[in-house]
């Protein structure tokens, strides 16, 4: 149940259509965008600006829902006791776009015996050319590659 209940609190972040359920089952707590726009007026002009430039319009957010005409930040939350626990938002705001967060790196694309890769051997007749397979390799006399087709 609380795997299911965590996977539940994710679900608004990459599937439209999530927030109501998790309002009507008390897996989510509404916060007025009225409120909001009051803590966001204390803020510095910079700091506003700022979160204008990256975030948009509050009333145009994902997790914003109407009721009664108003406009509500709706916060996924699992109660455990004592323990709240609330999910972290995707970085680019919303989770549709799949970016990946700015703290991890990239993984090379693997490497596959139908990818491409520039030689630059000295014993090579062409010391700059494809091996696109371990065959071509071997027909364009590169020993680093073409090991693999004899």
Same mark, same amino acid.
């Given at each position: 149940m609380l795997i299911n209940n965590l996977q539940r609190l994710l679900a608004p @972040? %990459? !599937? $439209?259509?999530? =927030?109501? &359920? =998790? =309002? !009507? $089952?008390g897996l989510a707590e +509404? =916060?007025?965008?009225?409120t909001y726009r009051q803590w966001l007026a204390k803020l510095p002009e910079g700091v506003r600006r700022e979160l204008q430039e990256r975030w948009g319009e509050p009333e +145009? &957010?994902?997790m914003v829902i109407r009721n009664d005409g108003a406009p %509500? @930040?709706?916060?996924p939350r699992f109660a455990a006791g004592k323990?709240? @626990? *609330?999910?972290?938002?995707?970085?680019?705001?919303n989770g549709k776009t799949r +970016?990946?967060? &700015? *703290? *991890? !790196?990239p993984r090379p694309p693997p490497r596959t015996t139908t990818s491409p890769s520039i030689c630059g051997c000295a014993s090579s007749s062409r010391p700059t050319h494809w091996c696109i397979t371990a065959r071509t390799a071997h027909r364009n006399g590169c020993p680093a590659r073409s090991a693999a087709w004899r």
């Amino acid at each position: 149940m609380l795997i299911n209940n965590l996977q539940r609190l994710l679900a608004p @972040f %990459y !599937r $439209d259509g999530q =927030l109501p &359920s =998790l =309002l !009507r $089952d008390g897996l989510a707590e +509404k =916060l007025p965008v009225a409120t909001y726009r009051q803590w966001l007026a204390k803020l510095p002009e910079g700091v506003r600006r700022e979160l204008q430039e990256r975030w948009g319009e509050p009333e +145009k &957010s994902a997790m914003v829902i109407r009721n009664d005409g108003a406009p %509500y @930040f709706v916060i996924p939350r699992f109660a455990a006791g004592k323990v709240i @626990f *609330t999910p972290q938002a995707p970085r680019d705001g919303n989770g549709k776009t799949r +970016k990946r967060p &700015s *703290t *991890t !790196r990239p993984r090379p694309p693997p490497r596959t015996t139908t990818s491409p890769s520039i030689c630059g051997c000295a014993s090579s007749s062409r010391p700059t050319h494809w091996c696109i397979t371990a065959r071509t390799a071997h027909r364009n006399g590169c020993p680093a590659r073409s090991a693999a087709w004899r």
